[in-house]
């Protein structure tokens, strides 16, 4: 079954994700939806500092938005802010440095940022990892999934307070195509099964959770926008570093970084997007099947409610 989902997904990206799948999805795209006016409204972008996540920042910031990067390496980040400004002329660019590695500097984080009653209008789950070996966070968990999927589920849970204060409020998730490969599995979320250690199942494995979290929010918060959604095969830092061989066989056809984050910034910005169900999974603009036909990768409502419980599991141990 994995060589089926392997080769239909592989086909299907050789269509879809690439810059020609991008080039004509956009001929179909409303030029107008993203003539939007941003000022006034507030937006808190994970991995702000690089790839996709930069870009995002940048279409946002051009548009007048309030924007707080959440980034890891202070260098990086501080260099990028800077460079953003100039570029946008937007000096509402507010730095935050957070390892999403670190379960309790997150939760700390996001209460921090509630506590001080800052306005949040869009959370845009975007920074993510992948490793291809077998790391373990000095908590003990996997590193992969502490930073793809816990601190998503962290981040997102504590700042829903302060988003339900805002009028129309969004949780956009960056998440990926390649969990079409992977079925919901609750069974091993530490991967301490997996023989022998694949970091680009792992991955795919913590963008499916990404996209249950994104519906089972969405069932329990009616008045908050959660979309998920994928970015193609685009030309990034992360995509260079974390899959050279892929980089190598498929680098003329990539992505721009600006294509990949095109519907992270529609999700996020357009009037248009608030038309769609919340929960849904996006690619280019549209909603998106979130399973290979044939693949068998469905999990039923128990699985995906399991999955929700042993986050706030995991969450509960940190004060």
């Known amino acids: 079954?994995?060589?089926?989902?392997?080769?239909?997904?592989?086909?299907?990206?050789?269509?879809?994700?690439?810059?020609?799948?991008?080039?004509?999805?956009?001929?179909?795209?409303?030029?107008?939806?993203?003539?939007?006016?941003?000022?006034?409204h507030s937006y808190m972008i994970t991995g702000a500092n690089s790839g996709i996540g930069k870009c995002i920042a940048q279409e946002i910031a051009k548009r007048g938005g309030k924007i707080h990067m959440v980034c890891r390496n202070p260098k990086t980040a501080e260099e990028v802010r800077n460079e953003l400004i100039e570029a946008t002329g937007n000096q509402e660019l507010h730095?935050?440095?957070?390892?999403?590695?670190?379960?309790?500097?997150?939760?700390?984080?996001?209460?921090?940022?509630?506590?001080?009653?800052?306005?949040?209008?869009?959370?845009?789950?975007?920074?993510?990892?992948m490793i291809n070996t077998r790391e373990v966070t000095s908590d003990g968990l996997e590193k992969n999934?502490?930073?793809?999927?816990?601190?998503?589920?962290?981040?997102?849970?504590?700042?829903?307070?302060i988003l339900k204060k805002s009028s129309q409020p969004r949780v956009v998730t960056v998440s990926s195509g390649g969990m079409l490969v992977q079925k919901l599995n609750t069974d091993d979320l530490q991967f301490e099964k997996m023989r022998p250690f694949d970091g680009t199942m792992v991955y795919a494995q913590n963008k499916r959770q990404q996209v249950v979290m994104t519906e089972e929010f969405a069932k329990k918060h009616s008045d908050i926008h959660f979309s998920s959604m994928h970015p193609g095969w685009a030309d990034t830092p992360a995509v260079r570093s974390s899959m050279p061989d892929f980089y190598e066989k498929m680098k003329e056809k990539l992505r721009s970084p600006n294509q990949g984050a095109d519907?992270?910034?529609?999700?996020?910005?357009?009037?248009?997007?608030?038309?769609?169900?919340?929960?849904?999974?996006?690619?280019?603009?549209?909603?998106?099947?979130?399973?290979?036909?044939?693949?068998?990768?469905?999990s039923n409502t128990s699985e995906d409610e399991h999955l929700m419980t042993l986050l706030n599991d995991l969450d509960s141990k940190y004060s």
């Open 263 to 298: 519907t992270a910034v529609w999700l996020a910005v357009a009037p248009a997007a608030l038309s769609h169900p919340s929960g849904l999974f996006f690619q280019d603009r549209k909603p998106t099947a979130k399973h290979l036909p044939l693949a068998w990768t469905k």
């Open 145 to 161: 999934f502490t930073t793809n999927t816990l601190a998503m589920y962290m981040l997102t849970t504590h700042l829903l307070p």
């Open 1 to 40: 079954m994995s060589l089926y989902r392997n080769t239909v997904w592989f086909i299907k990206g050789l269509k879809e994700y690439t810059r020609g799948g991008y080039e004509a999805a956009s001929k179909q795209f409303n030029s107008g939806d993203l003539d939007v006016d941003c000022k006034g």
């Open 95 to 129: 730095l935050h440095l957070l390892d999403m590695s670190s379960p309790q500097d997150v939760k700390n984080f996001a209460k921090k940022f509630v506590d001080d009653d800052e306005q949040l209008d869009v959370l845009i789950n975007n920074a993510g990892c």
